[in-house]
């Protein structure tokens, strides 16, 4: 359906503008005098569909943190006594590209009588199901700006957490590129310089430097088939790991890592108990907030295990009995379910533990980085090293320096 954009005054001579769904300009205006306004200007918008808008609305970091900052915005106008359109309408302009596409659909459909809820529904790549179940939520006891804000808070707090763990891995892997990129610019562009007056003169090379050579002459000659084959195989990983199958295979072996296990289960154990609580604060039953977060985690063992827990509880099992079941949670995390299920405060008790979760996730993040930074750059130093080694080596023994 296409969307117009309009010029247009109120009952108190108001200028308004926005945007309007409708199958023609003719609609377009008859939605717009019912409202009560007097049309200045109107003309059609080219507009994806809302589908397209959604599959190019992936869930990125940088839309997370739009979405987070819009809920944001928008319930400080709601409690300032806006209206919901006109707080939509506000919001619309101060996003450009494909999300602030996004949101005028989203203020269509509210305009055209959709809950807020409900027009967030139709658009799951960019509002989850955390935050439909809380918007839905607010409507229905009319505390949608408390809980729109309590919402906002969840996010950026999510958000923050998540980019302190990328930002600590970011340094390690900048030392891995450019330690792999060195030694591939100095096996194919200087080593074979360098090479061929020393094998021209017939000299027999020392070890080191025919190993040296021998890589050098297949990263020459074979690089483009190598790289293909590298490529190849990343992509057939990537597509193998989207599948059901496969992603649960991944995130099996991911998490009996070594180091990098015990940190990415605390990290989702940590999200899921934030869900869990922030659902139950604004009136979610246990077996409803527990289903959203399912919903919602993005490991596939931790999904399972919540879904297990879900059906145990529904049929009357005891939380505490229910996570032991799964295999999954630490012995700390069962104690904090059971004793939050037994005095009746779960919900704080569950913050406490994502809290104290987050803090141990960034503290041995912080460690593990600063442990690869030194080794890292001691392998750098090695690779080159021996490449550099390798090649003055030959030159050395021709000029009977050694």
Same mark, same amino acid.
């Given at each position: 359906m296409p969307s117009f954009y309009y010029q247009a005054l109120d009952a108190k001579s108001t200028d308004r503008s926005g945007t309007v769904v409708a199958e023609s300009g003719r609609d377009a205006r008859v939605?717009? *005098?019912? *409202?009560? %306004?007097?049309i200045l200007s109107i003309h059609e918008q080219r507009m994806r569909s809302s589908r397209s808008v959604i599959k190019l609305? *992936?869930?990125r970091a940088r839309s997370a943190g739009q979405v987070a900052s819009a809920i944001r915005d928008l319930a400080t106008l709601l409690s300032?006594? $806006?209206g919901l359109v !006109?707080? %939509? !309408? =506000? $919001?619309?302009l101060q996003y450009t590209g494909r999300f602030r596409l996004a949101l005028q659909t989203l203020r269509e459909r509210v305009a055209g009588g959709s809950n807020l809820s409900e027009a967030m529904q139709l658009d799951p790549e960019v509002f989850d199901e955390l935050t439909v179940q809380m918007v839905r939520v607010g409507e229905n006891a009319g505390t949608l700006d408390t809980v729109l804000d309590r919402l906002a808070d969840f996010r950026e707090r999510y958000l923050q957490f998540k980019d302190r763990v990328t930002t600590a891995l970011i340094y390690p892997a900048i030392i891995v590129l450019l330690a792999f990129s060195v030694s591939i610019f100095l096996m194919t562009v200087v080593l074979p310089m360098l090479l061929e007056n020393l094998v021209a003169s017939g000299r027999p090379l020392p070890w080191p430097t025919r190993v040296l050579k021998m890589?050098?002459?297949?990263?020459t000659v074979h690089g483009w088939w190598l790289g293909a084959l590298a490529a190849a195989i990343v992509f057939g990983g990537v597509v193998f790991i989207n599948t059901p199958r496969g992603k649960r295979i991944w995130h099996r072996l991911f998490f009996s890592l070594p180091i990098l296990g015990p940190l990415a289960k605390k990290q989702e154990i940590a999200r899921a108990a934030i869900i $869990?609580? =922030?659902l139950m604060e604004n009136g979610i039953v246990f077996v409803d907030a527990i289903e959203t977060a399912s919903r919602t985690a993005k490991n596939v063992l931790l999904k399972d295990a919540l879904d297990a827990i879900r059906l145990r509880v529904q049929s009357g099992g005891d939380i505490g009995v229910a996570l032991t079941a799964t295999g999954i949670f630490p012995p700390l995390v069962i104690q904090i379910f059971t004793v939050g299920q037994q005095t009746g405060e779960l919900e704080r008790m569950l913050n406490r533990l994502a809290s104290g979760y987050e803090a141990q996730v960034a503290s041995a993040t912080s460690r593990l980085t600063a442990a690869l930074e030194p080794i890292l750059i001691v392998v750098l130093a090695v690779v080159v090293g021996f490449i550099l080694f390798a090649t003055i080596l030959p030159i050395l023994e021709a000029g009977n320096v050694l």
């Open positions: 939605q717009l *005098r019912l *409202r009560g %306004l007097t609305l *992936r869930p300032t006594g $806006i !006109d707080a %939509l !309408d =506000t $919001i619309c890589l050098s002459e297949t990263l $869990i609580s =922030t």
